[in-house]
């Protein structure tokens, strides 16, 4: 069965700090993957993808996350967050069911 | 109105009630989900919608029913829900089945 791995449930930081979300899944096929942040009082939305090619990924806000498809891995980076990053980081997975991961609330102080 | 929409945000129901849940996608896509989002729980995807077939029924209870009348419309009908089933209710869309999910707001349950 697929799963989804993410280890940190909760991460405070301060403005300018670097930020690591880690995020694993098991899968024995191919997969696409996902990251998702939802704003307090918004919808989830999309922060990044991976279906293929070049495993760094960019996606909006300054994110970037890496796979590493021998550790099974989609981790989540930024190098200088801002308050306004606060938010909820849901990792997710596609190879034959979308699988979210539990979800990483993420608090930034200015 | 663009995006996903869902109605109602918000619904009081009684064990014994039966009411239905209402998304529509403006997005053009091919398919179309539930997921039940409850607290300290991951996201459970519910049901799984491709050009209106049913292609995932995740073990869900029979007391959630879903339709799927068009590729922009999603039900989800409730009927002799239970206290545990109070959660927030998503529907999304995407291209393809396997393509990144466009959410909805939600329809916050409170089943009584």
């Known amino acids: 069965a697929q799963s989804v791995s993410q280890h940190n449930h909760h991460v405070i930081l301060s403005e300018a700090a670097s930020l690591e979300l880690g995020c694993n899944y098991s899968?024995?096929?191919?997969?696409?993957l996902f990251w998702y942040v939802q704003y307090p009082g918004q919808h989830l939305q999309l922060l990044l993808k991976y279906f293929s090619g070049d495993p760094l990924v960019k996606g909006i806000k300054g994110f970037e996350a890496e796979f590493i498809k021998s550790k099974f891995s989609f981790n989540l980076r930024k190098p200088s967050v801002q308050w306004s990053d606060t938010a909820e980081y849901f990792c997710?997975?596609?190879?034959?069911?979308?699988?979210f991961g539990r979800g990483t609330s993420l608090i930034v102080h200015p | 109105e663009t995006g996903v929409t869902q109605t109602p945000r918000h619904l009081v129901m009684g064990m014994t009630n039966k009411k239905s849940l209402k998304c529509e996608q403006h997005l053009g896509h091919n398919a179309m989900y539930w997921y039940k989002q409850s607290a300290k729980k991951p996201l459970e995807l519910m049901f799984v919608y491709s050009l209106e077939e049913r292609v995932e029924n995740n073990s869900v209870p029979s007391r959630f029913s879903p339709e799927c009348p068009n590729s922009s419309h999603l039900f989800l009908h409730l009927h002799t829900l239970q206290p545990e089933d109070s959660a927030l209710y998503l529907c999304?869309?995407?291209?393809?089945?396997?393509?990144?999910?466009?959410f909805g707001p939600g329809t916050r349950l409170t089943v009584t």
């Open positions: 899968y024995g096929g191919t997969v696409n």
């Open positions: 997710a997975v596609n190879g034959n069911i979308p699988t």
């Open positions: 999304a869309s995407s291209q393809e089945p396997d393509y990144e999910q466009y």
